[in-house]
């Protein structure tokens, strides 16, 4: 194994046998000096690597006035450090850290010397250096190699104009960390690669950082030199692509106050509140951060802001030292860095260089101090020893692996078909497609772009936490891994579980922008109680008359009407008023798929209760237009079958739509939002409600629905206005006919105002509960309060001439005809107790074969009108046998008297609840005593059709 000053020694010894072919120094071992190694093919190839490094910045001399440079610190002697390490494992094919490199002195003539040289982060300094080495003519006074590869250099703006000499040239550039987008284009930079991604790479994952907290709007502040304008137009033209918004402003990349406060009133007057800084550490960051503290979107816990920052920042970070409260303290506290970076412990590439670094020999870093410019940092053992190597020690060491690796292929695969060695050119296109597992992970160049690949490196994200103060009252901050991204399917992920601290010191990302208060146009609790309270009233009447239906199932009253219709459009408006109920909800009191439930819970409350309202009514109407379309004699039947088909029939077809459209296409609770947003593009109103479908899926539903429901509704007002005419007991059905228009003009003006007001929840809502209710009322209002009223007054005089009685028109002489032939005389206690039975079975014609029945469904209907003229008005509603019982002694001889005297009693009797006739009996005995010599003890009886 050949020492670290091998190559150089021999070099210096051996000038003469030199020969200068492409960009290597080759001579025959065969006529070196006799120390030589003794390699096979007998020569060796010597590769001068020109590093141009960043040791220090120029400064101006406040004495002078001159410009002299400030070194930056020891970290650059790592990286030197590093090149040179790299290079002794290479040339001795040591795998210490790269497996490819394994006894690569054994089978490759080539091998490296280096040499260091300080740009001054000056782009003429650098460019005066780089053009005195390329013009270098070695002699054996002056062996000054020429370059082979040139390292380097470390600022973008330095790598840009020095990429474009090198090309001139002929010479391949690899720079560890000159990340400049503008340096991906191969035209003006045709020899450059770099180790580290480009900045359109970390602009990528930043990006995808600001997604994963959910911003959209970013500020970014930049110097505006060749690095920071490429990485400012790269991330802003990645971001906008990813759909976020992002405001740019620049400053020098030597910035006077004034520079800096424009930039950051700028920021401010954004109003956003994360910000990506593009600056560099040491002649950037204390400026800005102080002025965005003073101008409130840094440091400040109540209106928390977040910083992150590119790389040339987390560096400066961690040797930083504020006083404890200061603006600096404050605003650098939980801000982040992002940068590709060289590894992290646990990957393999980095613990072999860590161990690698850490056993350096004393040997070792002599040589390394002696490659070093002079009056600049020596290092030592302890140095090794006490710091971890920064990510662009672990790139410069790819980078040298990358240049060997690359150089023995080629010359490989020339020496099969007898070829020279190569040149530039020849050697940059072998960079680009070598391959390996370097220190810094996977080594994997993009052809396109000749950068390395973003998927083949780390990035991460460093979270800059301040430190307990000192005893002198200063806070210092570690910059911790936090954030790490390996791979795009894996995205960001926490290191070691480290949750990342934000500037108001919690876990928790701040507000992407200021706040907004939305009106999001909820019902609102008023409104929602109204309508709740209209639900309850069309319910509760509902069901009100539902009970007085069933307790008065045998009153004539509600026999006329037929209980079972009248029960079905009772529970038909509770059903229909029950609809508000779920009208009323919103994503304020539930869950959108709550709400989404209600939406289709709605229409299935409102048609099924339709359909048991019209199913009824029309059955009704129908049945009354049957009647009075016979103008002979004949027998008429309404059957259960005849009733129950339409209601059936529509309350099928409606289910049926329902299923379909639940099933299929059912509405979802949305919220939408109305025109009108803020500066950010927010909006600043929106409305929650039932979205029917998309692409038009919900119209055939909602089409067939109303195309049923509609045709019904409109038919039966048909049918009602074909029957305004007849005059049925109770007037039923000019109620009927009042109902079906009343819901037929609440639809038509519901309707089209429901679609005026459709994005505005409140309006809509009251005209949809109002339509519902108004309905529901008007139904049993119309159909069941003349039932309630009339079963309070007296009952009508039955034997009126003219009168109505179970919906028949009769005389009183049809009436006394029929009652003188019904009576049977049992004669007359000796007890003087007078008892009358007569049976009086009122017909609605003269026939004993010819008879209406009203009780219900269940019952025929005959209607007969004969040449007499007498009209027949069945309402089928009830009929009653009359039963008068009455014991006479002397019958024949008082039978039209106490017929006459029984007319009046019943003209003037009241009936109760069960349909029976309360008749005084004080008031009886008087009236049918007189005909006895004893007082008479009666009893008259109404008695239902089963009765005997």
Sequence with gaps: MSNHSYYDDLRAANFALLERQGTLDVFSLRDADDNAEPLPPNELALCHLTAMWRYSTLVTDPGTGFLIPRSLGPEFFGDSSSVLMAMHHFNNGIPAVVDDVDGINERCPIRFTAEFFDTFSSLPRTIETMTRLVNRSPTADNPEPQPCAVLGAFRSAVSTPLSILTGVYGLPQLSPVSSSPGLDDTNLHPLFSRLVPSDAGTSLLTAKFFSSLNVQHVGVINVNDAYGS??????????????????????????????????????????????????????????????????????????????????????????????????????????????????????????????????????????????????????????????????????????????????????????????????????????????????????????????????????????????????????????????????????????????????????????????????????????????????????????????????????????????????????????????????????????????????????????????????????????????LQQRRVKRIKVSARDVMLPLISLLAANILVLILWTALSPMQFQRRYKVGRDRFGRYLESYGGCLVGSDGDFVPYVATLAAINAGVLLFANIQAYRAREIHTEFSESRYIGIAMISMLQSWVVGIPVMFIVSDNPHALFLVLACVVFVGCIAILGLIMLPKFLQRKKKREKLWRRGSFISGLEMTTDDIEKHARNSISVSGIEDTATVRMSARLRVLGNMESDQNVVGNGVDSDSTAESEASGVKVYANAAMQKNIVLEANLADAKRKEEDILNEMKSLLRDADEDENGVLQIDRHDLEQRIGKYSEEPARSRLIFEDENSE
């Design 230 to 627: 490429a990485y400012q137009d790269a991330f802003k033209r990645i971001a906008e692509s990813l759909g976020l918004i992002v405001a740019t402003f620049s400053i020098p990349f030597k910035p006077s106050q004034e520079d800096i406060q424009q930039a950051v009133a700028g920021l401010k007057n954004t109003g956003y509140r994360y910000f990506f800084g593009i600056i560099f550490g040491p002649e950037h960051y204390d400026l800005v951060m102080t002025e965005a503290y003073e101008q409130g979107i840094a440091g400040n816990p109540d209106e928390p802001t977040f910083w992150i920052f590119g790389g040339g920042v987390q560096r400066y970070v961690e040797q930083a030292r504020y006083k404890a409260g200061s603006p600096l303290a404050l605003a650098t506290r939980g801000q982040g860095m992002i940068q590709a970076d060289g590894g992290i412990e646990g990957m393999l590439g980095f613990d072999r260089y860590l161990k690698a670094w850490k056993n350096l020999t004393q040997d070792d870093i002599d040589y390394f101090n002696s490659k070093q410019p002079l009056g600049y940092y020596r290092g030592d053992a302890d140095y090794f020893k006490r710091n971890e190597p920064e990510r662009e020690s672990l790139f410069a060491y790819d980078a040298v692996m990358t240049l060997g690796l690359a150089a023995c292929n080629l010359l490989e695969r020339k020496r099969e078909t007898n070829g020279e060695y190569f040149s530039g050119e020849e050697h940059f296109d072998e960079i680009v497609r070598t391959k390996f597992v370097g220190a810094s992970g996977s080594v994997d160049i993009d052809p396109e772009t000749t950068s390395r690949d973003p998927e083949s490196a780390l990035y991460v994200i460093f979270n800059s936490v301040p430190s307990e103060p000192d005893e002198d009252g200063f806070v210092s901050f570690s910059t911790p891994s936090t954030l790490i991204h390996l791979s795009s399917e894996e995205g960001w992920q926490n290191y070691k579980e480290r949750p990342f601290v934000f500037n108001h010191n919690t876990t928790e990302p701040p507000p992407a922008l200021p706040l907004l208060t939305v009106n999001q146009n909820y019902i609102g609790t008023g409104l929602r109680v109204f309508g709740l309270i209209l639900s309850w009233v069309a319910v509760a009447a509902s069901i009100v008359a539902i009970i007085w239906t069933m307790k008065n199932l045998k009153s004539r009253v509600v026999r006329a009407s037929q209980p079972i219709f009248l029960i079905l459009i009772c529970v038909g408006c509770l059903l229909m008023g029950a609809s508000i109920v779920p009208l009323s909800i919103d994503d304020e009191i539930a869950s959108t798929r709550g709400c989404s439930i209600s939406c289709m819970l709605v229409p299935w409350l409102y048609t099924v209760g339709f359909a048991l309202v019209f199913a009824a009514l029309y059955s009704k109407t129908k049945r009354i237009t049957l009647l």
